[in-house]
T-cell receptor, first 112, second 115 residues
């Protein structure tokens, strides 16, 4: 069973600041990760996918994967109040065990 | 439009009653999942299925049952054995195998309340 740990927060940052969200994971075989955003009362939606060491940038979002340290992060630059949500990370379903388990999620609040 | 549909959006259950939550997808995905979410908590895996007529227990399967008779459908029954069923239930589907293009697509959720 793949274990994913997240700091559940809450994390509060002022508008315009950088928000940093982190996950650590136990499965050394994990090749990639998804980041999802979940607004209160809504279902999660995919915002980023990273499958190699290093950084991947998409607009104000940057995902970082460090396989040696078993660590994946999401940076949100120029944070906006609309970024206030819970952010979930998850490895993709594996070939041998097609479950999909999520970290507990980090609740982010961006204050105007 | 392709997507995943859950129904009903709100459901009320009386004590000792079984209820079934519907989940249908037209994304041609092999894998389907059921999660439970309590207020302020993360997603906990109830059951998942990789192919038709096969499914596995997740972390909190007690008091729940599922079936996968068709690729498109993965209904969840909350039985009377589930003593605290009030929660937000999410169904998801994904492509199977590999590590790309396997992101989860979620339904809009069913909010179940015991009355």
């Amino acid at each position: 069973q793949k274990e994913v740990e997240q700091n559940s927060g809450p994390l509060s940052v002022p508008e315009g600041a950088i928000a940093s969200l982190n996950c650590t994971y136990s499965d050394r075989g994990s090749q990639s990760f998804f980041w999802y955003r979940q607004y209160s009362g809504k279902s999660p939606e995919l915002i980023m996918f990273i499958y190699s060491n290093g950084d991947k940038e998409d607009g104000r979002f940057t995902a970082q994967l460090n396989k040696a340290s078993q660590y994946v992060s999401l940076l949100i630059r120029d944070s906006q109040p609309s970024d206030s949500a819970t952010y979930l990370c998850a490895p993709p379903p594996g070939d041998n065990n097609n479950d999909m388990r999520f970290g507990a999620g980090t609740r982010l609040t961006v204050k105007p | 439009d392709g997507g995943i549909t859950q129904s009903p959006k709100y459901l009320f259950r009386k004590e000792g009653q079984n209820v079934t939550l519907s989940c249908e997808q037209n994304l041609n995905h092999d894998a389907m999942y059921w999660y439970r979410q309590d207020p302020g908590q993360g997603l906990r895996l109830i059951y998942y299925s990789q192919i038709v007529n096969d499914f596995q227990k997740g972390d909190i399967a007690e008091g729940y049952s599922v079936s996968r008779e068709k690729k498109e459908s993965f209904p969840l029954t909350v039985t009377s054995a589930q003593k605290n069923p009030t929660a937000f239930y999410l169904c998801a589907s994904s492509a199977y195998g590999g590590f790309t293009n396997t992101e989860a697509f979620f339904g809009q959720g069913t909010r179940l309340t015991v009355v």
